[in-house]
Nanobody
Framework: QLQLVESGGGLVQPGGSLRLSCAAS????????IGWFRQAPGKEREGVSC????????NYADSVKGRFTISRDNAKNTLYLQMNSLKPEDTAVYYC????????????????WGQGTRVTVSS
């Protein structure tokens, strides 16, 4: 079965940094656009960032621009999200997802999803 597994979540103080990873199994990650999403308690899931299969195109939610950076290592079949200057409002469960529409990235039409990793930003 195709799988995406997130890791790297945890507790961090406001202003701190955290790096999330998403490891893919049973398929070649380089064929897909990959996105990061998050969901806070009582809120709908929202797109955070995405990257095309080659890395040529990226997209970020306005709330994280300038603070988060998405990247991918296709040789390692892994996606990353570097999160800097974290704020309490970044607290959520973060999910990675893969889209078969690989040449571009948007926050819709994703085919495969991970189970999430929890990020808590608190002092």
């Amino acid at each position: 079965q195709l799988q995406l597994v997130e890791s790297g979540g945890g507790l961090v103080q406001p202003g701190g940094s955290l790096r999330l990873s998403c490891a893919a199994s049973r398929f070649t990650l380089g064929l897909y656009a990959i996105g990061w999403f998050r969901q806070a308690p009582g809120k709908e899931r929202e797109g955070v960032s995405c990257i095309s299969n080659s890395g040529a195109y990226t997209n970020y939610a306005d709330s994280v621009k300038g603070r988060f950076t998405i990247s991918r290592d296709n040789a390692k079949n892994t996606l990353y999200l570097q999160m800097n200057s974290l704020k309490p409002e970044d607290t959520a469960v973060y999910y990675c997802a893969a889209s078969k529409i690989g040449t571009l990235c948007t926050f819709s039409r994703y085919n495969y999803w991970g189970q999430g990793t929890r990020v808590t930003v608190s002092s």
